[in-house]
């Protein structure tokens, strides 16, 4: 069984998921808000007694790009470039941690660059930041595993629901271009989450 947790505007679906039987089991939902976000992941976590989850985000709280990158550079250079590609993309102040990318296709037809090399095409996501920052503080708070974060319309590729289809992802640990996957740095401190959910965000919230 893979314990799936679904963030979507104003309600928190926590389920299991049979990976097998492709079957999801004991549904449990609640609401948030910006004032009880961390409340109700709490209740969720506990209702389902999980020590370890995946969390599916609605694509409202998602940034998914598709960038062309050449295809000759290594996979450091790979990922600043993407890095320089993303700036004027995605409306965020972005820390190399907040976003990920993986390889989905070498493009013959998207041609070559001025010097010959042939282009190819990876996927970008990031979450939405405060967020990822709120969910971050609460699994800190919960000493909890997060083994993946996906948004739903990656999770669809595998199954038409995605709770079952992010418990299908295989791509959870690898190499940079191999997986994608946010991971969550459980060392942050108190005071790095001091302006999660700020007024500023919570007006964005639903």
């Known amino acids: 069984m893979i314990n ?16 097998r039987r492709l079957s999801v089991r004991e549904p449990v939902e609640l609401g948030w808000d910006a004032n ?16 370890k989850v995946r969390i599916l985000l609605d694509d409202a709280f998602s940034y998914l790009l598709r960038i062309n990158v050449p ?13 320089s590609r993303i700036t004027d993309k995605i409306p965020e102040v972005l820390q190399d941690k907040d976003w990920d990318y993986k390889e989905i296709i070498f493009n013959i037809s ?13 996927i970008v996501f990031s979450p939405v930041k405060y ?19 996906e948004p739903v319309e990656i999770s669809r590729t595998r199954n038409g629901n995605p709770l079952i289809g992010i418990a299908l992802k295989e791509d959870i640990k690898g190499n940079d271009r ?17 302006d999660v959910l700020s007024p500023e965000n919570k007006n964005n919230q639903p």
């Open 131 to 149: 967020l990822m920052d709120a969910i971050t503080k609460t699994v800190v708070s919960l000493n909890l595993t997060v083994e993946a974060i």
């Open 4 to 19: 799936v947790i679904y963030i979507a505007k104003g309600k928190l679906i926590g389920a299991k998921v049979d990976e």
């Open 178 to 194: 191999e997986v994608l996957n946010i991971l969550i740095d459980k060392n942050r401190k108190e005071e790095d989450f001091k």
């Open 110 to 122: 998207r041609g070559k660059d001025k010097d010959g090399t042939q282009n190819k095409e990876v």
């Open 71 to 83: 295809g000759n550079l290594s996979e450091d250079e790979e990922r600043k470039y993407i890095s």
């Open 36 to 51: 009880t976000f961390d409340i109700a992941m709490g209740q969720i976590v506990e209702k389902m007694q999980a020590g």
